[in-house]
């Protein structure tokens, strides 16, 4: 074999090569088949955390993975409606791979669009935000609900989940759970406590009988200032 012809074979052996590490390592968008390991979900950002209260802003994590290829600028959209959930705040949805976010609504929803600079196979990527439901609106068990979807860039659906969650509501007045304590209450101004006696409390003494009543008290005013 003459010299020209080795060095001939030789350059096309490295620039196969060449192609051959340009396919494999260049990140191509995907048009999306929506694959079963793509999915998303939304989570507590406390594993352990159950309930919500109403009108506290409450933590969670936007999870989405792919598989398949890399997709380029690929959205996810949040669905809140709007007589369960306060206005989200865009500031509160930020990450290193969160381009942008903003926030449209309908008749229905507050909508809520999270577009990622890039997302590729492998371990899920988690994005925190953060919402609040409307207070005053629910019951204690109550729940709301909240929807989301992962589309590509091209605005092919992806994934799509939801999550429902439970309102931890109080008696009007109360802040916190029942300790099993009874402090008894005040009337009008007074500093004074209505005290409690056996006989109007159920057998465990630790909450008022059923059917127990008091006389409640209603103070308003108007008129100028001094």
Known sequence: MSVRRRKTNLFLYVLFLMLLASF?????????????????????????????????????????SVSGGTYSEPYSILYLKRDEFDRPDVNQFRSNTIKSATLTNDAT????????????????IGNPFRISMINGKFANGETATI?????????????????????????????SNDDGTIRGWT????????????????????????????????????????
């Open 24 to 64: 494999a390592f260049y990140p191509n968008e995907v048009k999306a088949t929506g694959t079963g390991a793509t999915a998303t979900e939304i989570v507590y950002n406390d594993t352990g955390q159950t309930v919500s209260e109403p009108g506290r802003l409450e933590s969670f994590w936007l999870n989405v």
């Open 187 to 226: 009337k009008g101004w007074s500093d004074t406590y209505v005290q409690v006696t056996d006989d109007q409390t159920d057998a465990t003494h630790t909450h008022l009988k059923n059917g127990f009543t008091d006389t409640w008290y209603s103070y308003s005013q108007n008129g100028k200032s001094m």
């Open 147 to 175: 929807e989301t979807r992962l589309f590509t860039k091209d605005g092919v659906e992806l994934a799509n989940s939801s999550k429902q969650i439970t309102a931890q509501t109080y008696v009007f007045g109360i802040n």
């Open 109 to 124: 929803y507050w909508k809520v669009k999270i577009v990622y600079n890039m997302l590729s196979p492998g371990p899920r």
